[in-house]
């Protein structure tokens, strides 16, 4: 994948608009790495899987599973 350098300068502009609110992930690593490996998950996604489940948020997404791409 490649960018003109621009694109951190439309991505700093989009969170200027709206920044989210950032948490600490270590309280969030116990229930993540259970996430993980129950469902074979990177625990990466599990951070935030965790986070969202913890505040009662919807998760948004882009992957897509079996797609070939």
Known sequence: MIAPDLLLAEFAGLMAKCAPR?????PQL?????LSLQYRL??????SLALALEHDCPVLTADRRGSGA
Do not use: E, I, Q
Not at 42 to 47: A, E, G, M, Q
């Open 30 to 34: 116990p229930r993540a790495l259970d």
């Open 42 to 47: 990177s625990l990466w996604d599990c951070v």
């Open 22 to 26: 950032l948490f600490d992930m270590r």
